[in-house]
């Protein structure tokens, strides 16, 4: 038998045979290769994991932005609805004095006769706008001209700086009366050009979203009342009676009276005026069934629609506190915008107060009794939940331009004067009141 040859080897103190020699070697280079293919596998398992955290990361951003500018956008239309009911406003949208007007007559239109609600400005651009800023809150702008882009504003080191601008579209073809349209448009970016085409961009850093809400107008005085002057309980004049003046022929037919009492006296034809050719006693509806059968809930509701508390909290009314004298806080409150005021009886008006315009009148309900000892000139509807007596004495003129409602009794002393005015009734009608969402009309 032929036995292999062996070669020494060094450096070992033993000697292998070349075969295997190279099959050692090949193992090595075999173990090399599957240990290289592992962590290759294991590099991208790692990549993979780790493209999935950043793509999850990038989702997660997404769904930030995307709800933050949601958020902001339903902000713009909640802000917008609560400025339509706001008093006068400045530039900035704060509360300003006599000089400037409300954000509701700034931006919208109101057609007494039709209640047809329309924007000012019809080139569907915002009129508004509204940046958060993390110092101040919201920073916002109400111009009372034509509105402009917003210079970029400091940006923020950290934070986001969402912003919001308000729109109201032209009216839409066969929309109800007394609908407006509210539009919000929000970014997460202090400046709304931001946003715009980021849904087309793979690594944006902004969001936009777009809220529309309708609102409904609220009619401070459901059912106008037809007379100048309605009296629930008994009426007492001085001898000087009462002036009652009525001389439209469109609604009221002159009408100058409507009252539960029977008999009245003092009520003197000289001081009171209807349509020309009607005497005055035809003028008159005495002893009403219907006001002697109302309650004190039913006859409210009879004019206004809603129980007398739904009432008083309704967005646009205000609430006023009196001291000894209401008339000069009820000429404060006019002056900033206030046409819609609930007073807590008993009240006392003491001094000349001017409230109302006839383009603008005042609605004032007073919860309780009143006693006015001057000479009021009222443009507006003066609602009395309880006894009211008024006396002038000063030698002015005492006018109330509209209507004058009174639950329990009336007593008159001096001159004093009611002139009805069906423009007046139709303000307060159809251009006033509070503007409240329309349920369903959320879109986004």
Request: aromatic fraction near 6%; glycine fraction near 6%.
């Amino acid at each position: 038998m032929i036995r292999p040859k062996l070669t020494p080897q060094t450096g070992s103190g033993k000697t292998w045979p070349k075969q295997t020699r190279r099959a050692t070697q090949q193992s090595g280079a075999a173990t090399l290769v599957v240990v290289m293919v592992l962590f290759l596998i294991m590099a991208m398992m790692a990549a993979f994991a780790n493209r999935n955290m950043v793509f999850e990361q990038r989702i997660a951003s997404n769904y930030y932005r995307s709800g933050l500018a949601l958020e902001t956008a339903e902000a713009g239309a909640e802000w917008a609805l609560a400025m339509l009911n706001s008093d006068a406003i400045n530039a900035a949208c704060l509360p300003d004095g006599p000089t400037s007007n409300s954000f509701r007559e700034r931006y919208l239109s109101i057609a007494a006769t039709s209640r047809w609600v329309s924007p000012i400005r019809l080139d569907n651009k915002p009129v508004a706008d509204c940046v958060r800023s993390e110092a101040q809150g919201w920073v916002c702008r109400c111009p009372s001209t034509a509105w402009t882009a917003p210079t970029t504003p400091p940006a923020a080191a950290a934070n986001m700086q969402p912003s919001f601008q308000v729109t109201f579209p032209k009216p839409i073809v066969g929309n109800r009366p007394g609908i407006v349209r509210i539009i919000a448009t929000a970014c997460t970016s202090s400046s709304l050009s931001d946003c715009e085409g980021v849904e087309l961009a793979r690594d944006a850093i902004a969001s936009q979203s777009v809220v529309s809400v309708d609102a409904a107008l609220l009619s401070a005085l459901k059912m106008p009342p037809p007379v100048p002057l309605t009296v629930k309980g008994e009426i007492k004049l001085d001898a000087n009676g009462i002036g009652l003046h009525n001389s439209d022929p469109k609604t009221s037919q002159g009408l100058l009276l409507q009252t539960g009492d029977a008999s009245i006296p003092n009520l003197l034809d000289s001081r009171l005026e209807s349509l020309p050719g009607t005497p005055a006693d035809l003028a008159l509806i005495k002893s009403d069934p219907q006001l002697q059968a109302a309650d004190a809930a039913k006859m409210f509701a009879m004019f206004f629609g809603m129980p007398a508390a739904e009432y008083s909290r309704q967005p646009a009314m205000r609430r006023i506190q009196c001291a000894a004298d209401c008339g000069p806080s009820l000429a404060a409150a006019y002056a900033r915008g206030v046409r819609l005021v609930w007073l807590e009886g008993p009240v006392s008006i003491n001094t000349t107060t001017v409230l109302g315009a006839p383009n603008s009148p005042m609605l004032v309900i007073v919860n309780g009794a009143l006693n006015i000892d001057a000479a009021l000139q009222m443009q507006g509807l003066l609602y009395v939940r309880g006894n009211a007596s008024w006396s002038n004495t000063s030698g002015l003129q005492a006018l109330l331009t509209g209507a004058l409602v009174v639950e329990g009794d009336l007593s008159i002393a001096g001159m004093v004067d009611l002139w009805y005015r069906w423009e007046v009734m139709e303000q307060l009608k159809n251009a006033s009141g509070s503007f409240v969402r329309v349920p369903g009309s959320w879109w986004n």
